[in-house]
């Protein structure tokens, strides 16, 4: 089962894109640079699935300038500034396995 984009993914993917395109490289050049494919490259510009990984998005941000923490900040500021915008696709990734709450809790 493919595991479908986030908003949050989709943002980072969106800026990912943005920077690409305005750096000029090609998904050739990029995948030369960052050892990806030219596949995954364009699945990942493309918001498609699966998401980019963290190491994705550092290696293709890395590629234009950009850090990995850089495009998540970007992604976090618009979600913040977006009340109808959910991070999450539901409820349920933010609840703790039944009967393991004791594992979670750091505090």
Known sequence: ???NLLPMDALIAGYLHEAVQDAGITYRKLAAVTGMSINRIGI???QESPPAT????GMIGSAVGLTASE?????ENVARTRQ???LVAN????EFPEGNDADYDHA
């Open 71 to 75: 495009l998540v900040e970007r992604a």
């Open 44 to 46: 990942i510009l493309r």
């Open 54 to 57: 963290l190491g994705e998005i």
């Open 91 to 94: 409820d349920s990734i933010n």
């Open 1 to 3: 089962m493919a595991k």
């Open 84 to 86: 109808d915008y959910d």
